[in-house]
């Protein structure tokens, strides 16, 4: 029966209504059937109405019949449709399942890709962090292996200077303008000067060329070159100056004459010092003393001359011996102590400097940085070119 009614091929709502309709028929003709029986019951078996009681009978038991027969034919249907509806969603569920454990499957790979990729991940960082470090400490290697590089330079030129030959070449450019060497020497044009000279032939040469530089700017060599034996090692150019200062009770009665030689002369002194550390000659400033230290009187060293004393060519330490480490050590300690004094020093300036008013402090500070600026030309004047590595004191 249900593949009879299959063909017809109900749908559940068909097969419901179908049901509903063979239910409600069944009422229908239960009610007709009770309807004949108690016809039946109550009337005369001769009579019409007999019939008509005994026809509601027949009607009643075909249309339960035909109702039960429908009840059980949609039942049977509508099971038959609820089964494939179960199985299909039992398939559809099983379908799920497998999707879902599919799913799962496909999760926990991608979840185990996962933590594969985040160690790899990790490892990543962990080399690019030590690739990282590594290139800091490249850089930082870098770094000092240039500042070696440059210190060693440095080095190297400074031992070139210290060893530089005491000569002076001597050329000229023409052109629009000439040009020569002694142009820095020109503008003090007949100075005065007189040149002594230890016995020493590398000694008399460096003489010679000094007298024939100064010779070729204008100014005035006095007579040959004086040797003089014990000078001091080096070159000391050696102004004229007064053995009493300007304001002192001896000086009194002095023409301005007078100071202004000097000044000239201390002015000519510091150009030819500047020209000779031009060469990178070791030359410094010196006092016109005798060898009892006492200022030469006029009669020696004119007013406004200059003397120039050349010894022989001063040895360089360029690095501490061993046997002056005592007093190298305690040079160092005391050359650390003034450093940290002129700290303080300046630290204290900068703060009384800094509660002048603004204008005021622009000026102070200006005459302070011209002062530093002429000090340093000073020391740089006085302590010459040749810069050992590791100096004693």
Request: with cysteine.
């Amino acid at each position: 029966m249900g593949y009879f009614f299959s063909l017809f091929s109900l749908s559940k709502a068909a097969t419901t209504t179908a049901l509903n309709c063979s239910e409600l028929s069944l009422l229908l003709f239960g009610i007709v059937l009770v309807i004949g029986l108690v016809g039946e019951y109550k009337t005369d078996q001769h009579s019409r109405r007999m019939k008509l009681c005994e026809m509601l009978v027949i009607i009643g038991v075909l249309g339960e019949l035909l109702g039960d027969g429908g009840v059980f034919l949609f039942s049977n249907q509508l099971q038959v449709i609820s089964d494939n509806e179960i199985r299909e969603a039992n398939n559809k569920a099983l379908d799920a399942k497998t999707s879902a454990e599919g799913a799962a499957g496909a999760a926990a790979r991608a979840h185990a890709e996962a933590g594969k990729a985040q160690q790899n991940v990790g490892k990543v960082a962990e080399q690019a962090n030590a690739l990282a470090t590594r290139m800091v400490n490249a850089d930082s290697h870098l770094s000092q292996l240039e500042a070696q590089a440059s210190k060693t330079k440095s080095d190297l030129i400074n031992l070139a200077i210290c060893n530089a030959p005491r000569v002076i070449s001597n050329w000229w450019i023409s052109g629009g303008e000439t040009k020569s060497y002694v142009d820095p020497l020109r503008p003090m044009v007949d100075q005065v000067v007189f040149i002594e000279v230890v016995p020493d032939a590398e000694a008399r040469r460096a003489a010679l060329n000094i007298a024939r530089t100064l010779d070729d700017a204008h100014w005035s060599v006095q007579g040959p070159l004086r040797f003089v034996d014990g000078l001091a090692d080096g070159v000391s150019v050696q102004p004229f100056a007064s053995p009493h200062s300007r304001s002192a009770p001896e000086s009194m009665g002095k023409p301005a004459s007078y100071w202004r030689a000097i000044e000239v002369a201390h002015q000519a002194a510091d150009k030819l010092l500047d020209f000779l550390h031009s060469y990178n000659w070791q030359a410094e400033r010196g006092w016109p003393t005798d060898s009892h230290l006492n200022f030469v009187d006029e009669k020696i060293l004119p007013i406004g001359a200059i003397r120039i004393q050349v010894g022989l060519y001063p040895p360089t330490i360029y690095v501490r011996p061993p046997g002056e480490e005592e007093p190298t050590s305690l040079n160092e300690w005391s050359r650390r102590e003034a450093d940290k004094a002129v700290a303080e020093f300046k630290r204290k300036q900068r703060e009384q400097l800094a509660k002048l008013p603004l204008e005021l402090r622009q000026k102070v500070q200006q005459m302070r940085d011209e002062m530093e600026a002429e000090n340093k030309m000073r020391n740089a004047r006085d302590n010459g070119p040749c810069q050992v590595l590791n100096p004693p004191f």
